[in-house]
């Protein structure tokens, strides 16, 4: 059965970094494509990072040059790096395993594949 768990959400201020971490098991992350996708509070999703098998790394147009994604196969931790968070940013981060090919481990089909797998997400917030 594949777990997921995040943690290291919380409250910044705009221009501040945080990184999430989301630890898997049930499935190695070096066999599956991880992910992660953001709910806003007007529950709009949007994924934002993949992170292929192969350890292949692709970010959404809105968070590139701020957000990268990274893993630790020994751990099966997926972690999210994101750098100088602006308002927008304010929203519910979940990570995600989906079971497609490398080349399509993309952050849209985070919140687009069938059956994927999740946790039960952490609050970022961030403040002006």
């Known amino acids: 059965q594949v777990q997921l768990v995040e943690s290291g959400g919380g409250s910044v201020q705009a221009g501040g970094s945080m990184t999430l971490s989301c630890r898997i098991s049930?499935?190695?992350?070096?066999?599956?494509?991880v992910g992660w996708y953001r709910k806003t509070p007007q529950e709009e999703r949007e994924g934002i990072a993949a992170?292929?098998?192969?350890?292949?790394?692709s970010v959404a147009e809105s968070v590139k040059g701020r957000f990268t994604i990274s893993r630790d196969t020994a751990s099966d931790t997926v972690y999210l790096h994101m750098n100088n968070l602006q308002t927008d940013d304010t929203a519910m981060y979940y990570c995600?395993?989906?079971?497609?090919?490398?080349?399509?481990?993309?952050?849209?089909?985070?919140?687009?594949?069938?059956?994927?797998?999740w946790g039960q997400g952490t609050q970022v917030t961030v403040s002006s």
């Open positions: 995600a395993t989906v079971e497609v090919s490398p080349w399509m481990c993309v952050p849209t089909v985070i919140t687009t594949a069938p059956e994927p797998k």
């Open positions: 992170i292929d098998r192969d350890g292949a790394t």
């Open positions: 049930g499935v190695a992350t070096g066999r599956t494509c």
